[in-house]
Structures are given as C-alpha cells and as structure tokens.
C-alpha cells in the first residue's frame, strides 16, 4: 500500500487543476482555487516575505505570492516523497520547480532546506502557511513536523543572534581600522 496521500487531479469550475486525496476530498475548492488564494493573499500581512507552505496544493497560493510580494523565498513541504512526486508531475509544479524563488522538499529534509534558505536578515519573518484539507490528511505527521520546523527556527535563531552579535564587533573594528 502506498504512503502517499494523493489519488488523482480534478478541473475545478475555474479550470484551474486541483488535487484529491484517497479520502476523495480535495485539497482546494473544487470551484474557484484561484479565488481562494487571493483571499488567503489578501488576509496576509504585506510584510511577510518568507513562506513555507504546507502542501502545494494546485500552485494557487504560490503564484498569488509571486505576483505580488518583493523577492519573495518559498519553501512548499509535503509529507512524504510519493506526495511530493505527485506534486512535481504537474504542469504548473514543474513550472514553478524553475522559479528560484520557490523550494520543494519533503518532512525528511525539511529542517536541511530551512537552515540553509532561510535568512532572517534577508527576509525577514516566516509565515508558515497550512491548508486545513491538508493538515486533515496528515494529522499524524503534524506534530512531528512541528518539531522540525521549531528545531530548525531555533537553530536559525541561534545562529541569527550570535551573526548580530559579533556583526556590530567586527563593524566596530572595520571602522577603527579604517584609518590604517
């Protein structure tokens, strides 16, 4: 028996391609994905410019935030790697795998891709985006990567302080020496 999630893709109303789980329900609404998204968008504090999002669900979501946040990092996660092939055997997945911007990875290297993408100093904040479908799917993988995703801002927290740290030290001394 596959560990996967997904069964197959539907055409929502709005001719956007959906996912649907085994359970038979989908990811996205079956009518309007793309509206969905810019509501989910619209509700996001503009000052957000790092994401990880939890399933990609159709790409939606992804492409909103392209369109309209300033050198946006993305990371989508999904729970495994027969989830995460699903994904990438879709057409707008693998138009969105040639955007620098946006990551794939799985639960297993998840806290790898957050150490070494995400940049406070760069980007700020991350919002951690979930979609509610998704989280029913994999309720038994949430609180593990839960920890994951805290391990890894802890990580980056750490190492985020200490660059502070010894940033102002070693500004200190460039300036001090400057002169010589």
Same mark, same amino acid.
């Given at each position: 028996?596959?560990?996967? %999630?997904?069964?197959?893709?539907? %055409?929502?109303?709005?001719? !956007?391609?959906?996912? +649907?789980?085994?359970?038979?329900? *989908?990811?996205?609404?079956?009518?309007?994905?793309?509206?969905?998204?810019?509501? %989910?968008?619209?509700?996001l504090e503009k000052s957000y410019r790092a994401f990880l999002i939890l399933g990609f669900?159709?790409?939606?979501? %992804?492409?909103?935030?392209?369109?309209?946040?300033?050198?946006?990092?993305?990371?989508?996660?999904?729970?495994?790697?027969?989830?995460?092939?699903?994904?990438?055997?879709?057409?707008?997945?693998?138009?969105?795998?040639?955007?620098? $911007? +946006?990551?794939? =990875? !799985?639960?297993? @290297?998840?806290?790898? #891709?957050? !150490?070494? @993408?995400?940049?406070?100093?760069?980007?700020?904040?991350?919002?951690?985006?979930?979609?509610?479908?998704? @989280?029913?799917?994999?309720? #038994? *993988?949430?609180?593990?990567?839960? $920890?994951?995703?805290?391990?890894?801002?802890?990580?980056?927290?750490?190492?985020?302080?200490?660059? =502070?740290?010894?940033?102002?030290?070693? #500004?200190? @001394?460039i300036i001090s020496n400057l002169r010589t």
């Amino acid at each position: 028996m596959a560990k996967g %999630i997904y069964d197959h893709r539907e %055409i929502a109303k709005d001719g !956007t391609e959906i996912p +649907v789980f085994k359970s038979k329900k *989908s990811m996205e609404s079956r009518y309007a994905p793309i509206a969905e998204a810019k509501r %989910i968008f619209s509700n996001l504090e503009k000052s957000y410019r790092a994401f990880l999002i939890l399933g990609f669900g159709s790409g939606a979501l %992804i492409n909103e935030i392209l369109q309209n946040q300033d050198s946006p990092m993305i990371i989508c996660m999904e729970n495994s790697n027969e989830d995460l092939n699903f994904i990438l055997n879709s057409l707008e997945a693998e138009r969105l795998r040639k955007e620098k $911007k +946006v990551l794939f =990875c !799985t639960k297993e @290297n998840l806290y790898y #891709t957050l !150490t070494e @993408n995400y940049l406070p100093a760069k980007y700020g904040a991350l919002k951690i985006l979930e979609n509610k479908a998704w @989280n029913l799917e994999n309720k #038994t *993988s949430l609180l593990e990567i839960q $920890k994951k995703i805290n391990h890894a801002l802890n990580v980056i927290s750490a190492d985020y302080s200490v660059q =502070c740290h010894f940033g102002k030290i070693w #500004t200190q @001394n460039i300036i001090s020496n400057l002169r010589t």
